[in-house]
């Protein structure tokens, strides 16, 4: 069942019902100022940083789900409702939400008039700009009353919603004209402040929640609207929003616009106030003046629009396939930088509270990033490797406001400093930009202790060639990439984090995965140090690779499969000989993709996972799932079987499937893979997925699941640049590379070739490939062997490829 359908010449996904299964969302903005958007306005804005610059409020764990992001009430007679359906929930005439690429559309009507509201961030802006445009479609004058509504979050997500012996006495608000200014805070040590406003005149305010609302009330029913007043109430503590009320007589046929916009403003420690805790709004005055009309807003969305256009005209497929077509033009390149914004930091399910930027997390967002935005893709590179430690170990995540590793989290997670060489090399096979590595790095932001970024890279090398276990394989640490594999942790007590308490440091335990990650990675720097005439470097990294691939055929190869781990006594987990967690899909996916064992190897582990882990939605962790709670293995078995990492398709690690298929050329296997959770092939089993059908989700319940097929926390997942990496450099084969770029497609036999558009180094190659008798690549009408096209001056390049 759909609740909706993909508009590809519009690039926009149209929401037809207000009651799809969960909040399908959107994200607005690019880089400072963030919204988050549901199909019915729900959601939440900050500036940076989910959880220490929270603009508007949000309730994670709220009924309705999403109500009180932005509130809109339309007043017209006795009936009020909202362009959104929510927060009034009167049942409207016609319901339409548009998801596009950085806006919303919102399409009300009732009782003869019509909302068209569109939500958006416009570029450079620090600031959510909301159009509303109202339209009598009836025959009759119309008198309406209308009302804009935030909440504010008193900045710190996590205080907000903890510190109430504190917070619900330091709210404080200033209203100048139709402008509510949110300062709490601002009279002390905070520099910032935020806007609420709307461009005509308004009829009245509340900046109290509570008067607003009145008692017993939510945000479905305020006192105030339901008064068709305002109590012009001043926030002092408690709960501080700006509630705007206008007044708008519609003659028949006649429609009226509105612009309210949302913004922050930091101001110097100079020019902080204009008067005694007056603060100085000289900033917002000129961001309102830059969206007070509707010519400009227009323009922005224009600028919007033609910005998106380009950046995917970087990458741009032409297939018999519209699905792929439709995921790889669009969606997943979306995905892709929502992504690389967020991380794993703010959406409705990571909370923005906890997490910031994950170090192994943010490095695998670039591969599928990279070609986007190439600069941006540098100093997030630089950003990550400045939070690693002078040994190679590196904190987890760091905070994007200050840049900092979090402590509370810490490190010992020992997949993570391979990931920065996997993304550095994918970053220069890109750009061609060796200078990235002469860039000096710093160890744990410590000013004084720069080094150039090939030195982080050289001691994440080396972090793992020194840290190995008793059967030569990588020590795991707390985990690698599967956060709940905890070898090391033994945890006994309720509540106690699996990830930070270690209380049985064996020292021992190991990670095949990690043995997989090496040889892949070990071998693509060793092709880098070559590159950069450091021959004698390259050949002691290979004899470190060749040492673990040996490791790993000898102890890491259980007969049919390749083997998980090695747990703290030695034993070997993802085994035949163990009762549950048999096979994990991780080593099948990184192992293959690394060339160990060959393509003998690769097949037979291919085979066993499509048979032991196969499912319609994709491939599953692991099998069979654990049915009961093991302190050895930590919180993998904490869950319920067929959920998260114990037996769900955890979906960021099957296009490593995809791309171990196309390893061992079996076109077939790789996109019939790529079809089972790809969400635009999915897209009509909403009901049993639930999540939005135009990105991935992170899980899919599995098959020993109560709710086989039901996928949850959708958005911020590796799925995105993974899946990306797989369909645009495994399934249809392009691939950057140092001296030019790679046209190697794996196609299943249903698909006869594509036509492709790949900007790359400033050339627009455009690609053709087709299935033929005389098999060959042809560049710019000239056979030319092999499967490389050199890299050229010219601004476009024809490629042919026969297959
Ligand atoms: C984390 C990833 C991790 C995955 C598997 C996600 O929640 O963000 O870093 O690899 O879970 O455990």
């Known amino acids: 069942m759909q609740y909706g359908y993909f508009d590809d010449d519009a690039k926009e996904y149209v929401i037809t019902r207000a009651d799809t299964p969960l ?39 709220n009924v309705p789900h999403d109500e009180g992001g932005r509130c809109f009430y339309i007043c017209d007679g006795e009936t009020v409702w ?54 009598n479609e009836s025959s009759i004058e119309k008198k309406l009353t209308v009302y804009g509504v935030a909440e504010w979050c008193l900045w710190n997500a996590v205080d907000d919603s903890t510190n109430f012996q504190r917070n619900w006495n330091i709210g404080e608000v200033e209203i100048e004209g139709g402008t509510v200014y949110h300062k709490t805070e601002y009279r002390e040590r905070r520099n910032h402040y935020a806007f609420y406003s709307v461009n005509a005149p308004i009829d009245g305010f509340d900046t109290d929640r509570d008067t607003f609302l009145g008692r017993f009330r939510g945000w479905s029913e305020p006192q105030a609207v339901e008064q068709r007043t305002s109590f012009m109430s ?67 969305m224009d600028a919007l629009k033609a910005y998106w256009s380009s950046l995917l005209s970087r990458f741009a497929v032409q297939s018999s396939e519209d699905k792929l077509d439709r995921m790889v033009n669009i969606w997943n390149q979306y995905q892709c930088m929502v992504t690389f914004n967020m991380s794993r930091s703010a959406s409705y399910y990571e909370s923005g509270t906890g997490r910031g930027m994950g170090f192994r997390d943010s490095c695998q967002d670039l591969l599928g990033f990279v070609h986007l935005i190439p600069e941006r893709a540098r100093e997030r590179i630089i950003d990550i490797a400045s939070i690693q430690f002078a040994d190679g170990s590196t904190y987890h995540q760091y905070q994007p406001l200050t840049k900092r590793g979090n402590a509370d989290i ?45 030195e982080h890279l050289r001691r994440s090398l080396r972090y793992t060639v020194e840290h190995r276990g008793p059967h030569g394989l990588p020590l795991i640490g707390r985990a690698d990439w599967n956060d709940c594999l905890n070898l090391n942790c033994f945890s006994l007590t309720p509540g106690e ?120 939605f994709g491939i599953e962790v692991l099998h069979p799932c654990y049915t009961e709670y093991h302190d050895y293995l930590g919180e993998i078995s904490s869950y ?33 893979l790529y079809k089972r959770n790809a969400p635009a092939y999915i897209e009509d089993k909403s009901e049993i997925h639930r999540t939005e059908p135009y990105c991935y989700s992170q899980t899919i319940a599995g098959r020993d699941a109560k709710t086989y097929g039901e996928a949850k926390n959708a958005w911020l997942t590796g799925t995105a640049a993974w899946s990306f990496v797989a369909v645009s450099q495994g399934i249809l084969g392009i691939r950057p590379d140092y001296d030019g770029l790679i046209v190697d497609p794996c196609l299943p036999d249903t698909m006869d070739g594509y036509r ?48």
Request: include cysteine.
């Open 23 to 61: 909040p399908w969302i959107n994200y607005l903005g690019s880089d400072g100022f963030f919204s988050l958007i549901s199909n019915t306005c729900g959601g939440y804005s900050f500036y940076k940083d989910a959880k220490l610059r929270r603009i508007t409020r949000f309730r994670y764990n």
């Open 82 to 135: 909202s362009p959104a359906f929510l927060p009034a929930k009167t049942a409207l005439d016609f319901y339409r939400c548009r998801h596009g690429l950085g806006y919303s559309v919102f399409e009300g009507k009732k009782n003869g008039v019509s909302a068209s509201l569109t939500v958006t961030v416009p570029m450079l802006t620090d600031m959510e700009v909301q159009k509303l445009v109202l339209k």
């Open 234 to 300: 001043i926030a002092a503590g408690w709960a501080p929003i700006a509630a705007l009320r206008l007044s708008l007589t519609l003659a028949p046929g006649e429609s009226k616009t509105l612009l309210f916009r949302l913004g922050y403003v930091e101001n110097t420690q100079e020019k902080k106030f204009t008067a005694l805790n007056v603060i100085n709004k000289e900033k917002a005055h000129a961001m309102l003046a830059a969206f007070d009309t509707e010519a400009q807003f227009d323009a922005a």
């Open 410 to 454: 810490g490190s010992g997670f020992n997949d993570d400093p391979l990931w920065l060489i996997a993304c550095t090399c994918a970053y220069i096979r890109e750009t061609g930009d060796f200078s990235i590595l002469d860039e000096p790095t710093p160890f744990n932001n410590e000013t004084g202790t720069e080094v150039p970024l090939m």
């Open 497 to 616: 984090s699996f990830q930070t308490c270690s209380n049985f440091e064996s020292g021992k335990a190991e990670s095949v995965f990690i043995a997989g990650m090496f040889v892949k990675y070990g071998k693509e720097y060793a092709a880098l140090c070559d590159r950069i005439g450091l021959s004698e470097e390259a050949a002691d990294v290979r004899v470190s690779v060749e040492e673990i691939e040996q490791a790993t055929l000898r102890f890491g190869w259980d007969g049919e499969w390749f083997r998980r781990a090695y747990d703290a006594f030695e034993r070997p987990i993802g085994s035949r000989e163990n009762d549950e967690g048999k096979i994990f899909i991780e080593p099948q996916g990184f192992c293959v993709m690394a060339g160990i064992g060959g393509p003998e190897y690769g097949k037979r582990a291919l085979a066993s996972t499509e048979a032991l882990l196969g499912n319609e």
């Open 640 to 672: 319920p079987p067929g959920y998260k990492e114990n037996g769900s398709v955890f979906c960021h690690n099957n296009p490593w499937i995809t791309l171990a298929y196309c390893m061992v050329k079996d076109g077939n296997g790789a996109f019939d």
């Open 756 to 803: 492709l558009s790949r900007l790359f180094r400033g050339t627009r190659y455009d690609v053709t490939v087709r299935r033929g008798e005389n098999k060959g690549l042809i560049v710019n009408g000239k056979p030319v062997p092999g499967n490389i096209v050199p890299l050229t001056d010219a601004p476009v390049c024809a490629v042919a490829l026969t297959i």
